[in-house]
């Protein structure tokens, strides 16, 4: 049974983390490789940026540490910010179920 304190109290808890979200970007950080001349040889990993504008995938190598560092960080944000938003809906639903139960 769904338990209407439990979730209320982590409907609290969620707010107060995406409150504390403060950098964010949407997309992705990849390891690119490529074939070297040589037969076997690769080159890389070089770290790559992707994310979508316009409809259009952009992708952007990084060559700075401290830059890398930091939009790893934004993205991992960003993946946060959006599981914590599906888990927010989940219990706004969960709360909508609790109503109707009780007026039955």
């Known amino acids: ?9 982590r409907r609290e808890e ?3 983390e995406i409150s ?27 770290p790559l940026y992707t994310f979508k504008r316009d409809g259009k995938t952009i992708s952007r190598r990084i060559r700075d540490r401290e830059e ?3 939009l790893r ?14 888990e927010l809906v989940e219990i706004g639903e969960g709360l909508c179920e609790l109503r109707e139960r009780e007026k039955e």
């Open 20 to 46: 504390g979200l403060k950098e964010m970007r949407r997309g992705c950080l990849i390891a690119q490789y490529y074939s070297g001349k040589e037969p076997g040889k690769v080159l890389g990993p070089y």
């Open 68 to 70: 890398l560092k930091l």
């Open 14 to 16: 969620i707010l107060r």
């Open 73 to 86: 960080s934004q993205v991992e944000n960003y993946h946060r910010f959006k599981a914590l938003c599906r």
């Open 1 to 9: 049974m769904i338990n209407r304190r439990k979730l209320l109290k």
